[in-house]
C-alpha cells in the first residue's frame, strides 16, 4: 500500500580518517535515483534479523563482508518523491559499521551509480546547501550518528 510505515535499515560506513561513505542512487531506483545518500539501505524480509538482512544487503550492494554492525538508534520518516509519485514511510534503524583503509568496494551498478567518501563537517555543509542532491533520510541519519559520537 503507498505510503505504508514499514521497518528498514540505513548503514553508515565509516573510515579510519573519520569520513562517511556515500552512495549516489542508480537511475534505475524506484525512489530517489540519482540521489546522494548513506552506504546501504535495505529491509528485512518478514522473519528477518536485522542484522542478517542488513550484512546481507551490505555484501550484496558494496561487496562488503565481515564488517560488524552497530544499531545506535532508529529515524522515523516519510517522504514523498517528487521524480515517481511514490511515498517511503519508514520505521528506519540506523547502522554504523568501520570499514578499513584498503577495504575493496565493489558498487552493484544496478544499485549505486558512484561512491565517495566525505569528512562529516563538509557533508554536513554540503547537505545544508544543497539538500536537493540528497536523499531526504540522510540528514536525520546524520543528527543520530552526531549525537551518538563523542564530543572534542
Not at 542488513?54 to 520518516?77: N, Q, W
Not at 565517495?116 to 541519519?141: C, H, I, N, Q
Amino acid at each position: 500500500m503507498p505510503g505504508l510505515a514499514h521497518r528498514a535499515f540505513s548503514i553508515l560506513l565509516v573510515d579510519p580518517a573519520g569520513r562517511l561513505l556515500l552512495q549516489r542512487r542508480a537511475a534505475t531506483k524506484t525512489r530517489f535515483a540519482g540521489l546522494w545518500a548513506n552506504a546501504c539501505c535495505g529491509h528485512p524480509a518478514p522473519g528477518d534479523d536485522l542484522m542478517f538482512a542488513a550484512t546481507r544487503r551490505l555484501r550484496e550492494e558494496l561487496g562488503v563482508s565481515g564488517t560488524p554492525l552497530t544499531e545506535i538508534g532508529v529515524h522515523r520518516y516519510r517522504a514523498d518523491d517528487p521524480g515517481t509519485g511514490r511515498v517511503e514511510h519508514e520505521h528506519d534503524h540506523v547502522l554504523v559499521g568501520s570499514l578499513a583503509a584498503d577495504q575493496h568496494l565493489q558498487p552493484d551498478p544496478s544499485e549505486i551509480a558512484e561512491i565517495r567518501w566525505m569528512p562529516p563537517k563538509e557533508l554536513a555543509a554540503d547537505v545544508a546547501s544543497f539538500p536537493d542532491r540528497y536523499t531526504p533520510w540522510l540528514p536525520g541519519l546524520l543528527a543520530i550518528w552526531q549525537a551518538t559520537r563523542p564530543v572534542g
